[in-house]
Nanobody, 122 residues
Framework: QVQLVESGGGLVQPGGSLRLSCAAS????????MGWFRQAPGKERELVAI???????YHANSVKGRFTISRDNAKNTVYLQMNSLKPEDTAVYYC????????????????WGQGTQVTVSS
């Protein structure tokens, strides 16, 4: 019913910047939260940032001040601007969509993209 396609990952040096994008296609939901998780080797998947269809945002403490999530509801697209990148930001970044949630940030997500690799290294 829903497809999420990420783009914008790549290799960047420490201190550099990348901008990820995630475009959703298929059916739409009037209430939803769309954002980003990441998973580094040997670590659990963690929530990075998310934005609701009403404009509420959440950023993990580890990325506050460096990453900014934005969203274009008309285009069903969410972005993640990543600045001052650090080696510990290296991970596969997944776009996620949650619907019918009652907590913030949502505890459950219903749709996932296939992921885009972000590597921060000299």
């Amino acid at each position: 019913q829903v497809q999420l396609v990420e783009s914008g990952g790549g290799l960047v040096q420490p201190g550099g910047s990348l901008r990820l994008s995630c475009a959703a296609s298929g059916r739409t939901f009037s209430r939803n939260a769309m954002g980003w998780f990441r998973q580094a080797p040997g670590k659990e998947r963690e929530l990075v940032a998310i934005r609701s269809s009403r404009g509420i945002t959440y950023h993990a403490n580890s990325v506050k001040g460096r990453f900014t999530i934005s969203r274009d509801n008309a285009k069903n697209t969410v972005y993640l601007q990543m600045n001052s990148l650090k080696p510990e930001d290296t991970a596969v970044y997944y776009c996620a969509l949650g619907v019918n949630f009652s907590t913030w940030p949502p505890d459950e997500y219903d749709y996932w993209g296939q992921g885009t690799q972000v590597t921060v290294s000299s």
